[in-house]
């Protein structure tokens, strides 16, 4: 069993930063890819970026690359999710997913791949 906390999310204004993250327990993660996904009202769950073990493995959503950023620490077992410049775009429930094997870069976008999640953390952003 794998369990994943999120925090860090909140009201920030456009242009601001913030810095979720994701905290697994219970089975060890070392070898498993974790994601990033987002949901806005009214909209499908998005996929935002991912990290595989090593971590050089990164895969993060074209449009969002130049402001978000992934990053792992086994060691803490934490997956952390930058996100500068937000904009009211951004706004949404954010996901951590974790698979507790590898997934491809090619498929991490699917939330099909993941067989664990969070409970999400509420992100908005003001214009």
């Known amino acids: 069993q794998v369990r994943l906390l999120e925090s860090g999310g909140g009201l920030v204004q456009t242009g601001d930063s913030l810095r979720l993250s994701c905290t697994t327990s219970?089975?060890?993660?070392?070898?498993?890819?974790v994601g990033w996904f987002r949901q806005a009202p009214g909209k499908v769950r998005e996929f935002v970026a991912a990290?595989?073990?090593?971590?050089?493995?990164?895969t993060a959503e074209t449009l969002l690359k130049d402001r978000f950023t992934i990053s792992r620490n086994n060691a803490k077992n934490t997956v952390d999710l930058q996100m500068n410049s937000l904009k009211a775009d951004d706004t949404g429930v954010y996901y951590c997913?974790?698979?507790?094997?590898?997934?491809?870069?090619?498929?991490?976008?699917?939330?099909?791949?993941?067989?664990?999640w969070g409970q999400g953390t509420q992100v908005t952003v003001s214009a």
């Open positions: 997913a974790a698979a507790t094997f590898y997934i491809p870069y090619f498929n991490r976008h699917l939330p099909s791949r993941y067989n664990y």
């Open positions: 219970g089975r060890a993660f070392s070898n498993a890819t």
């Open positions: 990290v595989a073990w090593p971590p050089e493995s990164s």
